[in-house]
């Protein structure tokens, strides 16, 4: 699998997009992870184990702690990949905006013209 769709395979998921948005606070251990889920710790470290190799998150040993922090290369490529339809969409609704604020009469005539 390619890192883009394993980007998207592993923000489909609820549980792991909180964990993403804890981890944007800041790093954390495991434990705190756990607290606010309302899953088990081996459940939320599969989910840990899918965002990792997804390359999202990194997880390093301190003393008994098991850390983790965000990786943003990955996220940052999936950004990019959507800004790209971002702009399309933007440019469609802007082209939809204006042909919304002609007036009538010129609407008219633009339906006319075409064949």
């Known amino acids: 699998m390619d890192s883009l769709s394993a980007t998207f395979a592993a923000l489909a998921d609820p549980t792991r997009r909180a964990i993403l948005a ?6 954390t251990h495991v434990g705190e992870l756990v607290k606010p889920l309302s899953i088990s710790g081996p459940a939320v470290s599969r989910h840990l184990r899918v ?4 390359q999202l998150i990194e997880r390093s040993v301190d003393a ?13 490529a999936a950004r990019d990949w ?9 440019a469609s609704l802007d082209q939809l ?4 604020e002609e007036p009538p009469s010129t ?9």
């Open 97 to 100: 905006t204006d042909l919304l």
């Open 82 to 90: 959507l800004d790209q339809y971002r702009m399309f969409w933007e």
């Open 107 to 115: 609407q008219v005539h633009r339906k006319k013209r075409k064949p």
């Open 51 to 54: 965002l990792e190799r997804a």
């Open 64 to 76: 008994q702690w098991r850390v983790c922090r965000l990786r943003g290369p990955n996220l940052h």
């Open 22 to 27: 804890r981890l944007a606070q800041g790093e």
